[in-house]
T-cell receptor, first 113, second 113 residues
Framework: AQSVSQHNHHVILSEAASLELGCNYSYGGTVNLFWYVQYPGQHLQLLLKYFSGDPLVKGIKGFEAEFIKSKFSFNLRKPSVQWSDTAEYFCAVNQYNNNDMRFGAGTRLTVKP | NAGVTQTPKFQVLKTGQSMTLQCAQDMNHNSMYWYRQDPGMGLRLIYYSASEGTTDKGEVPNGYNVSRLNKREFSLRLESAAPSQTSVYFC????????????FGPGTRLTVT
């Protein structure tokens, strides 16, 4: 079955540490890829997206993600996290010309001050 | 411009009761979605509507029905609520085309006792 996998359920970091959250998908063909963030008590909002071009995409708040087609991966990175990055992060995928958007299980990030 | 709105914010039901969750968007989007969010499982797609007058099943449609009342509104109905439907429900909308991101509502927290 087609799926989106996020490897880390809960990541705990200290401020200024570097972050990498994994995302793999099993869809074939052309895909569009998204990372969303859900801050405590808030609804989901877009961090960044990739649909074509440069596989390294930059989003808001210093986040970036790299699409590696051969590995079916779209990992999220940030060089130096802040306490305010504490949130849950979701990877999402849809196939080209398909409105059915699927999400990973999410990774909860806790940043210690 | 309110974005995506959902009512109610909270609801407690007894097993077997029915209710309808309402969603409306004012961004003139064609596509609308209903997800449920459960701990450790991320967001799972219940139903979506690619355009007014059409609806399609997602990953977990059993126990739910939807109505795309018009372009703005997409409702989710639980005919006979079960404890397994205790969850947080999110509505989302987006432009037609798979490169566009979804915009989410604030969610409805439903408890079925």
């Amino acid at each position: 079955a087609q799926s989106v996998s996020q490897h880390n359920h809960h990541v705990i970091l200290s401020e200024a540490a570097s972050l990498e959250l994994g995302c793999n998908y099993s869809y074939g063909g052309t895909v569009n890829l998204f990372w969303y963030v859900q801050y405590p008590g808030q609804h989901l909002q877009l961090l960044l997206k990739y649909f074509s071009g440069d596989p390294l995409v930059k989003g808001i708040k210093g986040f970036e993600a790299e699409f590696i087609k051969s590995k079916f991966s779209f990992n999220l990175r940030k060089p130096s996290v802040q306490w305010s990055d504490t949130a849950e992060y979701f990877c999402a995928v849809n196939q080209y010309n398909n409105n059915d958007m699927r999400f990973g299980a999410g990774t909860r990030l806790t940043v210690k001050p | 411009n309110a974005g995506v709105t959902q009512t109610p914010k909270f609801q407690v039901l007894k097993t077997g009761q029915s209710m309808t969750l309402q969603c409306a968007q004012d961004m003139n989007h064609n596509s609308m979605y209903w997800y449920r969010q459960d701990p450790g499982m991320g967001l799972r797609l219940i139903y979506y509507s690619a355009s007014e007058g059409t609806t399609d099943k997602g990953e977990v449609p059993n126990g739910y029905n939807v109505s795309r009342l018009n372009k703005r509104e997409f409702s989710l109905r639980l005919e006979s609520a079960a404890p397994s439907q205790t969850s947080v429900y999110f509505c989302a909308s987006k432009e037609t085309g798979t490169t566009y991101e979804q915009y989410f509502g604030p969610g409805t927290r439903l408890t079925v006792t």
